[in-house]
């Protein structure tokens, strides 16, 4: 069963691009959490560098166009942005040496941390980039 799944009504931001990708992100993320409760933890380092890669590019899409567009909101969102990217890249670290597991509470932190984040810091961003 998916931990998340995109709908306009819950996710939307009504810029075409940007929901999108948060619809792959949401796939990567299910998909790390299907193999992070499963019986082989060597299929979760692939999909956590998968999900962290289109993160990153995800991140330089929005930041370009908050730029491009002139948003006001550009510098706090771009900070919480930078926030996120430096969890994931030292978890990914720490992964990879054999110093942290990825868990479905791993996967679930980062579905909540989506539940807050598209709904309060993306959706107001809409009028400034389809303006």
Same mark, same amino acid.
């Given at each position: ?18 929901? @999108? ?6 796939? !990567? ?9 499963? @019986? ?7 999909? !956590? ?27 706090? *969102?771009?900070?919480? *942005? @930078? ?30 941390? !989506? ?17």
């Amino acid at each position: 069963m998916a931990l998340i799944t995109w709908t306009a009504a819950q996710y939307g931001t009504k810029v075409e691009i940007c929901d @999108d990708q948060h619809k792959t992100l949401f796939g !990567l993320l299910n998909e790390l959490h299907e193999v992070a409760g499963g @019986d082989d933890p060597r299929a979760i380092g692939p999909k !956590l560098d998968a999900l962290i890669s289109f993160v990153v590019e995800h991140f330089k899409t929005e930041e370009k166009l908050m730029q491009e567009k002139g948003y006001s909101g550009y510098a706090a *969102h771009k900070a919480e *942005h @930078d926030k996120l990217v430096a969890a994931c890249a030292d978890l990914q670290a720490k992964f990879h040496a054999g110093q942290a597991e990825v868990t479905q509470d791993t996967t679930k932190f980062v579905k909540s941390w !989506l539940d807050s984040h598209i709904p309060t810091v993306h959706m107001p961003y809409e009028p400034a980039l389809n303006g």
